[in-house]
């Protein structure tokens, strides 16, 4: 209402691709307010800055063409009280093409392999790929073993436009 204080509830519906709305819940901006705003404006914006986190998120489980579209409805006879829902879409999964990774010679010969369990047709997960990339890291520190040399290991280019990615892990 103008000028007044809203009262609501938030929700996220649609599919959710691999539980993520655990995620959504807890970084919400609509959850945060304690389904309290000042006003529909305030409503509105945590709204689309719940469209956002819910692209993000699909998009870090390799869900690149996700959408969200958040909608604000007035509970009937209760002109305080107001719903917002986050209908989100994930679109097509995007899965690894191939998985190449390039390195100099290593003891054991599957130190680098054992430590990024990617496969082709997995998904580009970014969860699956970082936690991996940073084990590669710490590597050399813990076993003494000659790995790859200080600096960026991030090579993977996952193109959103592309449905068959072939990204190389360096």
Known sequence: PPGGSSRGRAGLEGRDPRGLDGQFRTFSSLKKGGGKA??????????????????????????????????IETIPNDPTRVRAVVNAVPGNLYKFGSVTVGSGPVVPADLITAALPLTTGDATDAERVQGPQATVRLTPG???????????????????RNPSPHPDLA
């Open 38 to 71: 000042a006003n529909i404006p305030m409503v509105t914006a945590r709204a689309r800055e719940d469209e956002a986190l819910a692209v993000r998120l699909m998009k870090s489980k390799g869900y690149y063409d996700a959408s969200a579209v958040s909608v």
């Open 142 to 160: 813990t076993t003494r073993y000659p790995l790859a040399p200080p600096g960026p290991l991030r090579s993977l280019p996952a193109d959103p």
